[in-house]
Structures are given as structure tokens and as C-alpha cells.
């Protein structure tokens, strides 16, 4: 049966925006700024909101479900008015009452800040599982950090990143509810103090130490048509109390100074770090923040309506994303045990049945290690239980090993100890802490399993599963591609805007000449619309008619921007050297921000600016490439971006990418795939099949048998293989800079041992031949007009495993265990 649609009263929205003009700005429409015509139609849209936030919260209150806290120090929103509307099902009300108000919705939704709390792929899955948890209607908290500068805004001047602060509140955000009355104490350094109390019990005081005041900010994570709102909780830091300047103790001064100090710098800024820990002592103290906050309120909300504390993991469960939010494995013990006096065993019977680990890399950069002293300075008694967690863990393996043929104890120990060299291994503490660790695609599950966590799987196999990222849907297709969308569902209805696999339907239609020119022609107007975008920020002149082919996400080494430019610089010499050779016109768009302190990511993203100065400013080149660098890569422009891609580009060294997500995404919208077997790129050719997409370079077990035995030499294939050499030399030869020794350290990576590292640690020039091998059958593909319709479509249509809603229902199934909510929709 059919679902009725939710109702929203267009005439009383009219009505509301004019209001709220009027009492928030003392302005009419006339006068208002697009900036606060934007927010009086927020705050109209988020008066809608509340009724069903408020009938949610109610359902929950009656029918007691199981809550999943989804804890994560990033969560990548992007922008919320147009997503908002679109799971309220009031997109085309609103954009009616907007036209008869004389105002354009886009433009409107282009008034928003985008709320940028995350770094990229583990923040935006985090978005992407709160928009599917609400629409699959479970109760969620998705539970983080309110940063005031979320991540910094990329400006490219003279060809090189320059770092902008994003002041994303600087309006106020009006989709966000304060809510003071549920504020927390986070409690930091002194000491702890141990006594018996009258009740003969051990007591653990920390004293002496440093407060702040967590805040919570709530903001409505809307469910599909189904009027389940759940919340994001993002906690900001205030101080405690207002000090009196007049003080006459010297120490209480001193104190209260540094904690006002400490509540003002905590939430100032996310760290811009993806794979790579800075071990800064900051980035701890947020940890903890957020994590005892967060804890600490879902403790008390079980309490409101159970009295035993013993069964908190029937009613809660904690899924930690990656291991920085771990310190809430030993926060709820310390809760258990200090507030509400469980024994040690019992309270680690409930922290293990209520915490899960969900693992995104294997970058060994990336593992969170926290020096014992640091550790310990902050974070006294966390520390205590850490530290006799690990007691009683090494105790575990060497029952478990002492007298086992064969098995060498002390090394078990070295590789699975939480605290060992000095350091606090995070990753350990999530797996000994929780009853679940799982992967984010099958080969990333294997390899954990095979490889970085081999001893932990081998003594706790149970606890390992693989959960297959996903995405939502709702924002990339519905929104970011409502002509496709539509399309879509004149062809199957549209039930597959909550259940994916429907799009498997649109097999019917590949080989239907009719459909195959429809499906293209909206590839054609969404070109159109970047290469506008394009034409608009970069001043470059790109052809919609040309293969969009787009390589946008982080910039890291292992993702190989690197490689795509190479490949890239080798063919503007060879169009060059041969100007009469067939040449399908291409245009090579990337986007990608680089941590601000990671030199070579950098300079890749010079290099790439200065390629496509000198290319596109080549008159012998007649256009037929053209090279784009999308300032500021975010998701309000990469949803433009997915929309138009031809050719998504996902050629990481294998092994190396846990899933990607990009990838899904640009399936979804018709893109075809050229790419390594890596992360979730093996699932997407598994479903597509091998003859729609284009698989190159080295397989993940070439990639590990090379790194175990050091015998990989890429001056060997330098020195033998001519096209590899060009293009190597092209980096230095002035080619694309008058200094020559500009792009000097990326040859030298590429080719010597730098700092430590292999030369080429990513296997570039082992990839070379097979990638350029790879770009010559796609251009040949999509010049068989036919032959490229038909493999677009297949990639839409075989998209249906990767919807986010399929991942969270693999992880309720077989991990959470959630109830469903039971809602009546309005
Ligand atoms: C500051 C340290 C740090 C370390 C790791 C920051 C951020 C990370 C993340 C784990 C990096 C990340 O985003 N990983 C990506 O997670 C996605 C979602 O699972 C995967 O699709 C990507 O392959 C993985 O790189």
C-alpha cells in the first residue's frame, strides 16, 4: 500500500516567512537581504519541523525503543534547507510559495552556509547514516562536536591552497535549538583521590581538576516521509561560572582564568586532518568533551524510565566512528562504577554490550596513539581504568596463549596491548572495549582481519564483521539531480527513493534507444550546469560535449591525484607531438583539499593549477583538453559535480582505500567507474559487471607481497619505459613552471627513497601503463555513442546495494538491534 505523503500547509509557510521577516528583521520582503529571506523561510520550514520532532520524542517516551548514540567527533551535513524539505516531501510547496513571493528556491538554498564539521568520508557517512537511520524510523542521537570553525574554506591564489577560516555562524544557524537545561560538567586534570566511605565502598574523587560546561545544540535529522525526526546532538564548551575579578585568592584566580581559557579554545576549530594524527593535546580534550557529555546524557536518559543500570545495553548502544571517540569505552565504566558503584565486572559486562567500533583506514598514520603521560596529566582516572583494563587484557592473552605451541606470548602481547611503548593504542582499547569491529567494505573487513588486526581476529573472531559503506539517496540524487530523479521515476515509480534496489528496474530500459537518448540528454544539462559553475568561479571555458571525467575528494597520496595528472601532462605532449591524431575531447575536473600542513598534497594541487594553466591556454591543443580545479570542494558543490560526471576516477593504490564513497555517488548518477580493485570499488564492479567499468593497475595482494618484500624499483621502469620517463621529466623540465625545481620533491618521491619512505610508496609508475590503458578504452567507449549509454545506465541501475539505508540495516540486523519506531505520519 501506498504511503499518504506527509501535508504541509503551503498558505501558512507564505505566511511565516513574511511574519518572520517582519518580526526578525522589522523589514518587508522588498527590503530584506537574500540572507534573511533565508533564514524567515528556515525558520518557517523549522516550525514544521518541531510538530513531528515533538511527536517523535513522544512515541519514543511511550514505546521505551533501544537508542544507537552515534558518536563521532565529525558529522559532514552540508546544507540542510533544501534536504530538509526534501524529506519533508514540501520540496515543490515551498518552491511554489517561493515563486509566488517572486524569490527562486535555488537561490534561496544558496543563502546557506555549508556546515562543514567533518573532514570527508568518515564525516559525510556519518550524514549520510543519521539521514537513513530517521528514515528507516529508528530512534538515533547522532552525538558530536559544535565546532566554530568547522572545516577551513579552500582559496586558490597563484595556484596554491590558501587556508580561510569558515565562519559558519557568523548568521546564527536557524535549524539549531540551544538547549542549557540538559548542559553537562566535563571535568580535566588534577588528580585522584581514593577513600573508603561510610559504606565501607572505594571511592574514586578526582580533585583539583579543571571544568567546563558541555552545552548541547540540537538539530533535526529528518526522516523521509515517514514524520521520525531524530536528533544531532553537538555539544559547545562554556565556562563554568562567572569568576569575580575581585578575588582575593590568588589560586582560585589563576584557576578560574584558565578555566574560562579552556572552555574558549575547545570547540574553536576542527582538526583538519584526514589519516593523520597531529597528537595534539587539544584534539584530546575535545575527545573527552564530547564523549562524557554524550555518555553521561544517555546514562541519565535510561535511568529516567529503568531503574537497573546492569541491563543499559538493552535499551543503548554506542557505535564509535573510528577510534576517536574510544575514551567512551572507559567514560561509561568510570560512570558505572564511580557514580552508580557496579563492581568491575559487572560494569564491564554493560560497557562491552553497549560499545562497537566501526574501523575506516588502514593508513597506519592514521592509528590514534596518546603519549601515557599526556594521557594520563588530562585524564587521570579515565586513565586509572584504562590502565587496568590492559592488566586484566595482557592477563587474558597470556591465559589464552601460555603453553600453546608455537605462539610466542610476549609477542601477542607487543601487538595487542592497549598501553605498550608509552602510548595509549586507541584502536586496541575500541576492540577489547566493545562486541563489535567491523570494516567499511569486504576487501577493507579482509584485510583487518587477514592483516592489521590479525591477532585480535584470531583470539576474538566474533566480534569481526564487515558492514559495506553506503549513501543516501535523498540529498545525492533526489537533490542533487531532480532531473534524473524524475526520470527515474517515470520510469519505475518512485519507490526507490526509500529502498535503492528498485533501480535495478531500470535494466528494462538500457538497451530502449529512447530511454538510452533521455538518460543522456540529462547528462548533457547537468554538464551544462557545471560547466556554468565553472565558467562562473574558474573563468575557464570547458565543453559540455567533452568527457567529463572527475577525480574530487581529499588530496591524498594513496588516492593518486597524482597518477590522473601524470596521465594527464603525458598527453598534452602527446597531442602535441601528434596533432592530427584522433583525440576525444576530455575535461579533467578535480577538486580536493589538502591538510593544511601536508607539503606534497599541497604542491600536487600547485602542480595541478599549473597544468591547467599551460594546457588550457595552448592554442595548439584546439580544446581537446581542458583541466579544472574546483576551488573549495565541498558537499553543496560536489553534489553539482556528481551530477555531471562521466567518468569518476577512483584509483587509489589498492589496499590502501577503506571504501571510498565518492565512488557510490557517482554511480548513482550515471557516472562509469575507471579504478583499482580497492575498498568498495570491488563490490561496485561486482554489481555492475566488469564490462561496465574499467579496472586497472595492481591488485591489493601484489600491493602487500611488494610492501612485505621491499622489492619494488621504480627507476627500473623510469629508465625502460619512454611514456613513464615524459611524463616524470615534464615535472621538472619547465614544462608547466618557469623555476624547474618547483615540482622537484614530487619527482624525487617518485623516485628515491624521501624521509623514510620507499620510493614511489604508492606505485605510480607500476600503474602508469595500465591507467593510460585504461583512459584510451574509455575514450573509445563513449565515442560508441550507444555503447556509453547503455554502461551509464547500467551503473544507475545496478546502484541499489549502496544506498546508505542497506548499511543500516545490516548494522540493526546483525549489530544494534534497534526497534522500530512507531510514528503516525501527518
Ligand atoms: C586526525 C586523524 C584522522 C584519522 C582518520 C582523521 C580522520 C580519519 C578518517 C578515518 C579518515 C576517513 O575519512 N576515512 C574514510 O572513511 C570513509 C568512510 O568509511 C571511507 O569511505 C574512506 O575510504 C576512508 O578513507
Known amino acids: 500500500m501506498k504511503k499518504k505523503p506527509l501535508s504541509f500547509d503551503k498558505d501558512l509557510f507564505k505566511r511565516s516567512v513574511l511574519y518572520n521577516v517582519k518580526t526578525l528583521y522589522r523589514k518587508t520582503m522588498e527590503e530584506a537581504t537574500p540572507q534573511e ?107 558530536g562536536i559544535r565546532y566554530k570553525y568547522g572545516m577551513f574554506r579552500q582559496q586558490i591564489k597563484d595556484g596554491y591552497q590558501v587556508e580561510v577560516p569558515d565562519t559558519w555562524l557568523e548568521n546564527g544557524n536557524p535549524f539549531e535549538l540551544r538547549r542549557s537545561e540538559l548542559a553537562k560538567e566535563v571535568k580535566f586534570g588534577g588528580y585522584v583521590n581514593m577513600f573508603t566511605d561510610e559504606y565501607g565502598r572505594t571511592i574514586f574523587r578526582q580533585e583539583g581538576y579543571q571544568v567546563v560546561r558541555a552545552v548541547p545544540y540540537d538539530l533535526p535529522v529528518i526522516g523521509y516521509g515517514n514524520g521520525v525526526v531524530d536528533t544531532l546532538r553537538i555539544w559547545d564548551a562554556e565556562p563554568i561560572q562567572c569568576f569575580q575579578l575581585d578575588s582575593f585568592d590568588k589560586g582560585d584566580y589563576q584557576k578560574a582564568v584558565e578555566q574560562e581559557n579552556l572552555a574558549s579554545q575547545l570547540c574553536e576549530v576542527l582538526y583538519p586532518n584526514d589519516n593523520h594524527i597531529a597528537g595534539k593535546e587539544l584534539r584530546l580534550k575535545q575527545q573527552y568533551f564530547f564523549i562524557s557529555a554524550s555518555v553521561q546524557t544517555a546514562v541519565q536518559r535510561y535511568l529516567r524510565n529503568h531503574d537497573d543500570i546492569r541491563k543499559l545495553y538493552e535499551k543503548t548502544v554506542f557505535q564509535l566512528n573510528d577510534t576517536h571517540p574510544t575514551v567512551a569505552v572507559a567514560e561509561l565504566m568510570r560512570i558505572l562504577m564511580d557514580d552508580y558503584y557496579l563492581s568491575w565486572d559487572d560494569a564491564w559486562d554493560v560497557t562491552t554490550k553497549t560499545c562497537c567500533y566501526t574501523n575506516h583506514t588502514i593508513m597506519s598514520e592514521a592509528l590514534e596513539k596518546w603519549p601515557v603521560d599526556l594521557f594520563q596529566r588530562l585524564l587521570p582516572r579515565i586513565y586509572q581504568i584504562v590502565d587496568e583494563i590492559n592488566r586484566r587484557f595482557v592477563d587474558q592473552i597470556m591465559r589464552t596463549y601460555s603453553g600453546s605451541a608455537g605462539i610466542d606470548v ?56 564487515n558492514k559495506t559503506n553506503g549513501i543516501t539517496q535523498r540529498r545525492f540524487l533526489m537533490h542533487a539531480n531532480p532531473l534524473l530523479a524524475d526520470w527515474v521515476t517515470e520510469k519505475i515509480g518512485d519507490d526507490w527513493i526509500t529502498d535503492l534496489s528498485q533501480m535495478d528496474k531500470l535494466k528494462d530500459f538500457v538497451n530502449d534507444k529512447k530511454a538510452q537518448a533521455e538518460f543522456m540528454d540529462i547528462k548533457l544539462k547537468n554538464k551544462q ?155 561496485i564492479v561486482n554489481e555492475v559487471g566488469e564490462e561496465n567499468a574499467f579496472i586497472f593497475g595492481l591488485s591489493s595482494q601484489e600491493v602487500m607481497e611488494y610492501e612485505k618484500n621491499g622489492n619494488y624499483n621504480p627507476m627500473d621502469i623510469y629508465n625502460s619505459d619512454p611514456n613513464v620517463k615524459k611524463a616524470l621529466d615534464m615535472l621538472v623540465d619547465g614544462t608547466f613552471s618557469k623555476d624547474k625545481e618547483l615540482f622537484r620533491p614530487l619527482y624525487n618521491c617518485l623516485l628515491n627513497k624521501v624521509g623514510g619512505n620507499r620510493a614511489d610508496q604508492y606505485f605510480i609508475l607500476k600503474d602508469f601503463e595500465s591507467y593510460l590503458e585504461a583512459q584510451k578504452k574509455i575514450s573509445d567507449a563513449y565515442a560508441d555513442k550507444k555503447r556509453w549509454a547503455k554502461m551509464a545506465l547500467m551503473n544507475t541501475a545496478c546502484c541499489g546495494k549502496f544506498s546508505s539505508d542497506r548499511t543500516i540495516q545490516e548494522y540493526v540486523d546483525e549489530v544494534w538491534h534497534l526497534d522500530k519506531l512507531n510514528v503516525e505520519a501527518k
Open 529 to 683: 550546469r557545471l560547466a556554468e559553475y565553472i565558467l562562473e568561479h574558474n573563468g575557464v571555458k570547458v565543453d559540455p560535449k567533452s568527457i567529463f571525467d572527475v577525480q574530487v575528494k581529499r588530496l591524498h597520496e594513496y588516492k593518486r591525484q597524482l597518477l590522473n595528472i601524470l596521465t594527464v601532462m603525458y598527453k598534452y605532449h602527446d597531442i602535441k607531438s601528434h596533432p592530427n591524431k584522433d583525440f576525444y575531447p576530455k575535461t579533467y575536473i578535480f577538486g580536493a583539499k589538502a591538510a593544511a600542513g601536508y607539503l606534497t598534497a599541497k604542491l600536487t594541487i600547485k602542480l595541478i593549477n599549473s597544468v591547467a594553466e599551460v594546457i588550457n591556454n595552448d592554442p595548439d591543443i584546439k580544446g581537446k583538453i581542458k583541466v579544472v580545479f574546483i576551488e573549495d570542494y565541498r558537499v553543496s558543490n560536489a553534489e553539482l559535480i556528481f551530477a555531471a560526471a562521466d567518468v569518476s576516477e577512483q584509483i587509489s593504490t589498492a589496499s590502501k582505500e577503506a571504501s571510498g564513497t565518492g565512488n557510490m555517488k557517482m554511480m548513482l548518477n550515471g557516472a562509469v567507474t575507471i579504478g583499482t580493485m580497492d575498498g568498495a570499488n570491488v563490490e
Open 37 to 143: 529571506i533565508y533564514q524567515a523561510a528556515a525558520y518557517a520550514i523549522k516550525d514544521a519541523i518541531v510538530d513531528h520532532w515533538m511527536t517523535t520524542q513522544k512515541a519514543a517516551a511511550e514505546q521505551d525503543p533501544k537508542i544507537v548514540y552515534y558518536m563521532s567527533m565529525e558529522f559532514l551535513m552540508g546544507r540542510a534547507f533544501g534536504n530538509n524539505l526534501i524529506n519533508l516531501q514540501a520540496y515543490k510547496p515551498v518552491k511554489e510559495a517561493l515563486d509566488e513571493l517572486g524569490l527562486d528556491v535555488n537561490l534561496v538554498e544558496d543563502q546557506e552556509p555549508d556546515p562543514a564539521l567533518g573532514n570527508g568520508g568518515l564525516g559525510r557517512l556519518a550524514a549520510c547514516f543519521l539521514d537513513s537511520l530517521a528514515t528507516l524510523g529508528y530512534m538515533a542521537y547522532g552525538c
Open 410 to 465: 610476549q609477542a601477542k602481547i607487543r601487538s595487542m596491548a592497549i598501553l605498550y611503548d608509552n602510548q595509549v593504542k586507541m584502536a586496541h582499547l575500541a576492540i577489547v572495549g566493545g562486541h563489535s569491529v567491523n570494516g567499511v567494505a569486504k576487501l577493507h573487513t579482509e584485510i583487518l582481519k587477514q592483516r592489521e588486526l590479525k591477532d585480535f581476529y584470531e583470539m576474538m573472531p566474533e566480534k569481526f564483521n
